[in-house]
């Protein structure tokens, strides 16, 4: 065989290889946002609200009586839940964890596992039940529920609290998020948000409005930033700077500027939770 054969064959194994390559990528991003989407879909606020309503320590007026009552169900409660989750050994619900430490660079096999577990009905309701209520910014179109805790799960599936007991309109609410090279998933619309627009945090009894007052890149190291404690009402919006670089942390900051009730918020305000 000739040389120039050789050079021809081989230029055209070479176009094979990465033509394999461009098509594994492409699947790869595909695969990773319809898993995203499914996750988010799932765990949408409209299909939190009404748990979170009920269960949020506004809405709630519980005397000593009823106290009693929701003891005496409690065990029934309890072999409820056991007898659900006993056709599901095999799947674990998601831990609740506040280190920040502990959230690693994901991966589009991670993401794939974590929508696979969303799958199971039992494993997607124990994930909503995590729901604390909803996050929007309508100008930059970010539209996302907070989740309790940093598991995998909730940073693929929405935003996570960084402290158990934070509370939203008090001190720091910081929220991260994972980024999927996708400005409409997850925090993705953080990157287009600008200082000036209003974020609208929600339980689903009160609305607080922050008004967001800068984004920014950051190092990881820069802890400070999601301290609980703030002088100022704060809000702290946190996510990679891309899907591949986790050197630096695009965070967003705004301030509490007024608090409403949701029933009376503005209608279009309530419909920015999509």
């Not at 949408?44 to 269960?55: C, E, F, L």
């Not at 959230?103 to 039940?129: D, F, G, L």
């Not at 509370?167 to 925090?187: I, K």
Request: glycine fraction near 6%; charged fraction near 20%; proline fraction near 4%.
């Amino acid at each position: 065989m000739s040389k120039d054969k050789v050079m021809k064959y081989l230029a055209i194994f070479l176009l094979f290889i990465g033509l394999g390559c461009m098509g594994f990528y492409f699947y790869e991003v595909k695969s990773t946002e319809d898993s995203v989407q499914a996750n988010t879909e799932a765990v949408s606020p409209k299909n939190i609200a009404s748990s979170v309503r009920s269960n949020s320590k506004d809405s709630k007026q519980i005397d000593s009586d009823s106290n009693k009552e929701d003891g005496q169900h409690g065990d029934k409660n309890q072999e409820a839940n056991e007898e659900n989750h006993s056709d599901n050994q095999n799947i674990e619900a998601p831990e609740v964890t506040y280190d920040p430490h502990q959230v690693t660079q994901i991966t589009p096999q991670a993401i794939r596992e974590v929508n696979e577990k969303m799958q199971n009905p039992w494993y997607r309701e124990v994930v909503k039940e995590n729901a604390l209520g909803a996050l929007s910014i309508p100008d930059s179109g970010l539209s996302i529920t907070i989740l309790n805790g940093l598991s995998e799960t909730n940073l693929v599936s929405g935003a996570g609290t960084f402290w158990a007991e934070q509370q939203m309109g008090v001190n720091n609410y910081p929220l991260a998020s994972h980024n999927v090279n996708n400005g409409d998933l997850l925090m993705g619309p953080l990157f287009r948000t600008q200082p000036g627009m209003k974020a609208y945090l929600t339980d689903f009894n009160k609305i607080y409005v922050y008004q967001m007052e800068s984004i920014a890149l950051y190092k990881p190291n820069r802890s400070d930033l999601i301290d609980l404690h703030k002088e100022t009402p704060t809000l702290t919006l946190v996510t990679c700077a891309s899907f591949d670089d986790i050197s630096e942390r695009c965070v967003g900051i705004g301030k509490l500027i007024d608090t409403m009730d949701f029933d009376t918020a503005p209608v279009w305000i309530k419909n920015s939770y999509q």
